[in-house]
């Protein structure tokens, strides 16, 4: 089974919209984290948020936002008031387990297109 | 700000050859990782390093692949006989070490390695 599932390949929003990717992950680990990375054209791995599995808040970074369900087991990524330089492919990631040092597993990621 | 650095950028090498993939992790960051993304795919996690040993590794990484640190600040990926299908962005990350969960991994701009 997949650990984490990104259902949507490909996304357009108009610049200044909102607009919600979507994560969903699996896990029996009661302790867990759950990151979002922008991979530009140029191909680096860019970190924007992370929420841990006991955060009681939804995590917030400036125009991104984490939407945290977990009894659905969902991470879904709020990019408000999109800009041009958000186009992007964005993967979701998950760590299994307490402490900071386990592995990152990716989902296969959205592709963002921002039109003006 | 610090950042984690890797070389080549590009590296293109004939099978059966043997590369070395170079990475400089933040300076006090004590866990290191590579993951690889074959072209198009998601990011998947290969090895992870701690203390001098090898913490976590997956099915991807076999006898084919070695880590080292040789030194206070560089770690490497060693891939002893290239194939076809070892064609893809390798990239590096470091966490700090601490008790802190959100421990975010710090990727660098990746090598882009091409085996003809």
Redesign the interface.
């Known amino acids: 089974a997949q650990k984490i599932t990104q259902t949507q390949p490909g996304m357009f929003v108009q610049e200044k919209e909102a607009v919600t990717l979507d994560c969903t992950y699996d896990t029996s680990d009661p ?1 867990y ?1 759950l ?1 979002w ?1 922008k991979q530009p054209s ?6 924007l948020i ?1 929420q ?1 599995s006991y955060d009681q808040q939804n995590a917030t970074e400036g125009r991104y936002s984490l939407n945290f369900q977990k009894a659905r087991k969902s991470a879904n990524l709020v990019i408000s008031a999109s800009q041009l330089g958000d186009s992007a492919m964005y ?1 979701c ?1 998950m760590r299994e387990g ?12 959205t592709r963002l297109q921002v039109q003006p | 700000e610090p950042e984690v650095t890797q070389t080549p950028s590009h590296q293109v090498t004939q099978m059966g050859q043997e590369v070395i993939l170079r990475c400089v992790p933040i300076s006090n960051h004590l ?1 290191f ?1 590579w ?1 690889r993304q074959i072209l198009g ?5 290969l090895v ?1 390093f ?1 203390n001098n040993e090898i ?2 590794k ?1 099915e991807i990484f076999d006898d084919q692949f070695s880590v080292e640190r040789p030194d206070g600040s560089n770690f490497t990926l060693k891939i002893r006989s290239t194939k076809l299908e070892d064609s893809a ?1 390798y ?1 590096c ?1 470091s ?16 090598t ?1 390695l091409t085996v003809t």
């Open positions: 302790s984290g990151f990375y140029s191909g680096e791995m860019i970190f992370y841990g993967f990631a307490p402490g900071g040092r386990r592995a990152l597993t990716f989902g296969s990621g | 866990y990782y993951y795919q998601k990011v998947e996690f992870s701690y913490s976590e997956s962005m990239f990350a966490s700090e070490l601490g008790d802190r969960v959100t421990r975010e991994q710090y990727f660098g701009p990746g882009r």
